[in-house]
């Protein structure tokens, strides 16, 4: 009987994922509508989303946008969310999202819950999906409490806005020409 418990959830998560209802396409058009205005921060987001933040944090050169970016998001209590397409236009307030988070993390998932993940756009199961996936749940959890923890300043902040506004810091980034010597004639 648990066994049924325990994967019924999950079946009904993955099945409707498949099918779009977590898939989030407004978000990640409004996602995509943004980064494209800027071609260097597109790339080092699909990047940190392909290979991993601590992938792309030690092969970016020192001084680019990507460095820039990944050192941001490593030093950011949140910057593991970034990995959720749409989270770079995301309204939902830093404390309210992780509090439904925690929650879906802590239950049972059922029935109700996710019609009520549904309806609510199912945010925290794509956030708390990109959690378990890359730390397993007893760590996403712990990871969790941290979040929370260490955002506190910014808990009313919009993730989105959060996101973005670390993001545009990296922006101006460019690398230093190297000066050429000058001409002896």
Known sequence: ???????????????????????????QQLEQAWLAQDPQLQQV????????LDVVAQSAAAGTVSACVAEKLSQD???KLVNV???????????????????????DI?????????????????????????????LALQSLKQMATASEQFAQQDLG??????LLECKTVAPTPTPTPASGN
Do not use: W
Request: charge should be negative; proline fraction near 2%.
């Open 1 to 27: 009987m648990k066994l049924i418990k325990c994967v019924l959830p999950a079946t009904m998560l993955v099945l409707l994922s498949g099918c779009g209802y977590f898939g989030g396409d407004e978000k």
């Open 45 to 52: 987001v699909e990047q940190i989303r392909a290979n991993g």
């Open 77 to 79: 209590p949140l910057g």
């Open 85 to 107: 397409e749409g989270s770079l236009v995301e309204s939902a307030k830093v404390a309210e999202l992780l509090g439904d988070l925690q929650k879906v993390m802590e239950q």
């Open 110 to 138: 059922s029935f109700d819950q996710v019609a009520s993940l549904l309806q609510k756009g199912a945010d925290a199961a794509a956030y708390a999906k990109s959690l378990i996936e890359q730390q397993g749940l007893d």
């Open 161 to 166: 806005a959060h996101f973005q506004q670390l």
